[in-house]
Structure formats: structure tokens, C-alpha cells
């Protein structure tokens, strides 16, 4: 059986962009700067890529993961559900991390 998948450089993206906020998420927690967001962000670095595999492992055959997500955004699934969650959550705690590096070296 022969799944569709995204193109490479998405995948490229998407984990570069976890990996990215789990060091810089450590850097927080050790640095013991905005502790429960860290915290809060450390979960969700954590488990959205893993509920995402876990989930797109039982997508319909033709369907890329996108399109699963999507999918399952609009029925309602607390998977899908979660991961919007966790990657929104990833997307405030940037803008917060980047607010907070200006302002301290302004």
C-alpha cells in the first residue's frame, strides 16, 4: 500500500522549526525565564510531532497528511484538535521568545 506524503522540504521545515523550539524551549527552562510557558511549550514540542505520526499513520490512501489534518479538524478529532493546539501554542510562545530577546537587548 502506497501512501501519499508531502514534498520533502515541508517536512525539512516542520522538524527544523520543532527542533529549533525544543532548544530554544531547554535554553528557557535553564535560563528559568517565563518557566510555565516553557514548561507549557516543552509538552507540546514534545507530543505534537509524535500524535501527528501517530495519527497520519491511518490516514485513507491518496491522502497526504495535510489533508488528514484538515480532515480531521472539520469532523471535530481530538487529535487533530490537539495538534492545531500544540502548534499554535509553538507559534505564541515564538513571538513571546522573540519579544522578550528584543526588549533585553534593546
Request: glycine share 4%; hydrophobic share 55%.
Amino acid at each position: 500500500m502506497v501512501h501519499e506524503t508531502l514534498p520533502d522540504w515541508v517536512w525539512l521545515l516542520f522538524y527544523s522549526f520543532i527542533a529549533l523550539t525544543l532548544l530554544a524551549t531547554i535554553t528557557n527552562l535553564f535560563k528559568k525565564v517565563h518557566l510555565k510557558a516553557s514548561i507549557i511549550n516543552l509538552t507540546f514540542v514534545i507530543a505534537t510531532p509524535v500524535i501527528s505520526f501517530t495519527f497520519a499513520l491511518g490516514r485513507p490512501e491518496g491522502n497526504t497528511e495535510w489533508d488528514h489534518l484538515i480532515t480531521g479538524m472539520l469532523s471535530g478529532s481530538p487529535w487533530a484538535i490537539i495538534i492545531l493546539l500544540g502548534c499554535s501554542f509553538m507559534l505564541y510562545w515564538w513571538f513571546r521568545f522573540s519579544f522578550l530577546f528584543v526588549s533585553l537587548n534593546s
